[in-house]
């Protein structure tokens, strides 16, 4: 399986967009990356995902580029509740499923 | 109504004990998970069962034991508990094998003394 690079750490602005990068050059032709976020204490939460193509829902942009061997995520107005850790991922195989592989991150903080 | 619960949310207990944590979903998935979160922050996958069946068992201690007894339901169980079984444990669900958009519980904090 595919694995990930991010900077430890981003600093962004509230209300401005926050554009957080992930490097997974190996990653193969059929993994998805998907991309979660941990704030303090409490259980990760899904974000976003792709294969191919850039994709957008509620609460982010998620752009990959050509060659897929990066992306970044993208939060567009970022606010003090968007402070937390985010991990970009490419699934990991087990036995006979899938589950997800937890890097280190990026801990996004975003300042008034 | 919360999607994946966790119970305990806290657990303190003495080295060499027994001790379970259970975890429900009430999202209608076919596949759930336990995930450890060690001190360093890292998240692990320990089991995954689909619809009540054992599909990822990675390297866990024996002591571990996961139980499911229905497929809304996932305990974990672990006997004789050290002090480096402390961590923040976290049950999670997923639609199915195919997709990995899961729904984490809130987490059980266990602190072995």
């Known amino acids: 399986d595919a694995k990930t690079t991010q900077p430890p750490s981003m600093d962004c602005a509230e209300g401005r967009a926050a554009n957080l990068p992930c490097n997974h050059s190996t990653i193969s032709g059929n993994e998805y990356v998907y991309w979660y976020r941990q704030i303090h204490s409490q259980g990760p939460q899904y974000i976003i995902h792709g294969l191919k193509n850039n994709e957008t829902n509620e609460m982010a942009s998620l752009i990959i580029t050509e060659d897929r061997k990066s992306s970044t995520l993208i939060l567009p107005h970022a606010t003090l509740r968007d402070t937390a850790v985010y991990y970009c991922i490419v699934r990991f195989y087990s036995n006979s499923g899938y589950a997800l592989n937890f890097g280190k991150g990026t801990s996004l903080l975003v300042t008034p | 109504d919360t999607a994946v619960s966790q119970t305990p949310k806290y657990l303190v207990t003495q080295m060499g004990n027994d001790k379970s944590i259970k975890c429900e979903q009430n999202l209608g998935h076919d596949t759930m998970y336990w995930y450890k979160q060690d001190s360093k922050k890292f998240l692990k996958i320990m089991f995954s069962?689909?619809?009540?069946?054992?599909?990822i068992n990675e390297t866990v201690p024996n002591r571990f034991s996961p139980k499911s007894p229905d497929k809304a339901h996932l305990n974990l169980h672990i006997n004789s508990l050290e002090l480096g079984d402390s961590a923040v444990y976290f049950c999670?669900?997923?639609?199915?094998?195919?997709?990995?958009?899961?729904?984490f519980g809130q987490g059980t904090r266990l602190t072995v003394v």
């Open positions: 069962y689909n619809n009540k069946e054992l599909i």
């Open positions: 999670a669900s997923t639609l199915s094998t195919g997709t990995l958009e899961a729904f």
